[in-house]
């Protein structure tokens, strides 16, 4: 089972930035935050992952809270083509195989 | 990114045949591929972690018979949907791993129909 929580849908106008929240409250110590996208009948996108610290690559920023409980996704100026699923996944990296979970994901719509 | 192909991209087969789909990492070594499956409006759900020269790792649930996997090389993984049925008709996707602890990259999917 996916070991976070996250809402369904969100809407965000284009060039304003995009907080998505992902909330995983179970989180053991060796365990990342990944996060991925998936736009219609594709495969996933990798996106950013993170430990504790927060992250920022040319895609989005990704916040941790210090008790690495929930953490927030940022895409700083959301454009049309950033519509999609969004994923947020904890991943255990001490586990053989390191399988990915997917949940629910958010799915965002960014509206002109 | 690395890149990670998948043939085909679409399938349309009768019920009772046999269906191959193959992943590919284009620019990477991949010990390790993994098999998704994605009924429509639906998350991606795990069928089998798939090895390099040892046999796949199936979750709970998947028919290790129905779904064949080979991962013959360190670039190529081989899903054989056997004696396909209508309700195996789904979109299909792979994934790799470059190296341990990195990011995971996917295919683009292959959609199977199975009439």
């Known amino acids: 089972d996916a070991k976070t929580t996250q809402p369904p849908s969100m809407d965000c106008a284009e060039g304003r930035a995009a907080n998505l929240p992902c909330n995983h409250s179970?989180?053991?110590?060796?365990?990342?935050v990944y996060w991925y996208r998936q736009i219609h009948s594709q495969g996933p996108q990798y996106i950013i992952h993170?430990?504790?610290n927060n992250e920022t690559n040319e895609m989005a920023s990704l916040i941790i809270t210090e008790d690495r409980k929930s953490s927030t996704l940022i895409l700083p100026h959301a454009t049309l083509r950033d519509t999609a699923v969004y994923y947020c996944i904890v991943r255990d990296m001490n586990t053989g195989f390191q399988k990915l979970v997917f949940g629910t994901g958010t799915r965002l719509l960014v509206s002109p | 990114g690395a890149v990670v192909s998948q043939h085909p991209s679409r399938v349309i087969c009768k019920s009772g045949t046999s269906v191959k789909i193959e992943c590919r990492s284009l620019?990477?070594?991949?010990?390790?591929m993994f098999w998704y499956r994605q009924f429509p409006k639906q998350s991606l759900m795990l069928m089998a972690t798939s090895n390099e020269g040892s046999k796949a790792t199936y979750e709970q649930g998947v028919e290790k018979d129905k779904f064949l996997i080979n991962h013959a090389s360190l670039t190529l993984s081989t899903l054989t949907v056997t004696s396909a049925h209508p309700e195996d008709s789904s979109f299909y996707i792979c994934?790799?791993?470059?190296?341990?602890?990195?990011?995971?990259?996917f295919g683009p999917g292959t959609r199977l129909t199975v009439l």
């Open positions: 994934s790799a791993d470059r190296t341990s602890g990195s990011e995971q990259f």
């Open positions: 179970t989180i053991s110590g060796n365990e990342y």
């Open positions: 993170g430990l504790k």
């Open positions: 620019d990477f070594q991949a010990t390790t």
